[in-house]
C-alpha cells in the first residue's frame, strides 16, 4: 500500500483557451494538473488519479518530472474542453466539452492508504454521489470543488450549464473541506455575498469551506472567516485558479491553521496568474509574495 499526503483526483484534460489577454491550443488543464503541481511545492508526498487515452499520456510527464506520483486508467478518450473569456472579467467563462473520459469508479484507485483526497472534476461527468459514499467507507478524507457538480454538460452539445445541484447537501456532508467560486456560490446559495454563502454552505454540514472570486480568498472554518486577496498584476495565467489554489491551501493546511495556509494559497496563485500554465516558482517566491504583496496593476 502507497502512503500519500494528497491523492487529486480528476480528468487531466488538453483544452483550448480563448481569452482578450491571449489564446492557446492543446494545452494541459484540470484540477489534478493544476492542484499538484502547486501543491508538491511544500514537500508532501502528492499523487495524482486520472483517466485519459494512452496516447495522450505524455501530458502526464510533467507531473511526474517534478515528483508526482501519476496513477493512469487508459480509456478510449481524453477530455478535451474548450474555455471562453468573452470579457476582462475572469470570472465570466464560456465553456465547451467536446470528448469525455467518463466516470471515475472505484476500480480507478490504486492501492493507496487513507489519507486526504481532493475530487477536483471539470464537470459532472466524472464523480457519483456512490463513488464519493465508497471513499469515505474505505476511510478517506475528502475534499470537493463543487464545480464538479455545478457544470453540467449537455449530452448532445456538450454545452456546459451552471446549475444547482439536488444532492449539494449530501455532497457537502460527505466531505471534509469544500471549494466554491462566487459563480458556483451564487447558483448553490443565491448569494454572492461571501460571509452569507460561506455561513449557509457551514449550515448544510461543511467544517471548512473555502471560496474564491477575481479579488481573492475567502475561508470558513468553524464558524470563523479569513480572507486574502490576490497580488497579481495581471491575468494571463487565470486558467487553473481555482485548482492551484486547493492544491496550495490543502498542502500548506497540513502543518499550517486556516489564516496561513489561506495565505499562502493566495500568494501562490497570484504568481500563478501572471504567466499560464502551472505554478512554476519556487517556496522562497510564494513567501516573498506573502511578505511583499505588490501593488496589483490589473
Known amino acids: 500500500m502507497n502512503r500519500y499526503d494528497i491523492v487529486f483526483i480528476g480528468h487531466v484534460t488538453v483544452d483550448q483557451i480563448e ?5 492557446a491550443h492543446g494545452v494541459p488543464g484540470g484540477a489534478p494538473f493544476f492542484g499538484a503541481f502547486a501543491a508538491c511545492l511544500t514537500n508532501k508526498r502528492i499523487a495524482v488519479v486520472t483517466r485519459m487515452a494512452e496516447e495522450d499520456k505524455y501530458v502526464l510527464e510533467p ?3 517534478v515528483g508526482i506520483d501519476v496513477y493512469l486508467q487508459p480509456v478510449h478518450s ?3 474542453m474548450r474555455v471562453v473569456h468573452p470579457t476582462g472579467n475572469v470570472d465570466d467563462r464560456l465553456m465547451h466539452q467536446t470528448e469525455n473520459a467518463g466516470f471515475f469508479m472505484s476500480a480507478d484507485l490504486p492501492p493507496i492508504e487513507p489519507c ?8 459532472d461527468s466524472e464523480f457519483t454521489l456512490g463513488f464519493m459514499r465508497d471513499l469515505k467507507q474505505k476511510g478517506f478524507r475528502l475534499s470537493v470543488d463543487m464545480q464538479s457538480f455545478v457544470r453540467q454538460v449537455d449530452p448532445e452539445s456538450g454545452v456546459i450549464h451552471f446549475r444547482d445541484v439536488p444532492g449539494k447537501r449530501e455532497i457537502v456532508n460527505l466531505v471534509d473541506i469544500v471549494k466554491l467560486d462566487i459563480v458556483e456560490a451564487e447558483i448553490l446559495t443565491g448569494t454572492r455575498n461571501l460571509e452569507d454563502a460561506g455561513a449557509l454552505v457551514e449550515e448544510w454540514g461543511a467544517i471548512e469551506t473555502i471560496l474564491t472570486c477575481s479579488d481573492g480568498v475567502f ?8 480572507f486574502e486577496p490576490f497580488s497579481n498584476r495581471n ?11 486547493m492544491g496550495a491551501y490543502l498542502a500548506r493546511r497540513i502543518d ?4 496561513a495556509s489561506l495565505g499562502f ?3 501562490l496563485a497570484s504568481i500563478k496568474m501572471e504567466t499560464p500554465g502551472p505554478f512554476r516558482g519556487s517556496l522562497e517566491d510564494v513567501l516573498m509574495r506573502m511578505s511583499n504583496k505588490p501593488a496589483v496593476e490589473r
Request: aromatic share 4%.
Open 19 to 23: 481569452a482578450p489577454e491571449g489564446s
Open 63 to 65: 507531473l511526474k518530472a
Open 78 to 80: 481524453t477530455t478535451h
Open 116 to 123: 486526504l483526497i481532493h475530487l477536483g472534476a471539470l464537470t
Open 219 to 226: 475561508a470558513r472554518y468553524k464558524g470563523d472567516t479569513f
Open 235 to 245: 491575468s494571463q495565467g487565470r486558467t487553473g485558479r481555482g485548482d492551484t489554489v
Open 256 to 259: 499550517h491553521d486556516v489564516q
Open 265 to 267: 494559497a493566495a500568494a
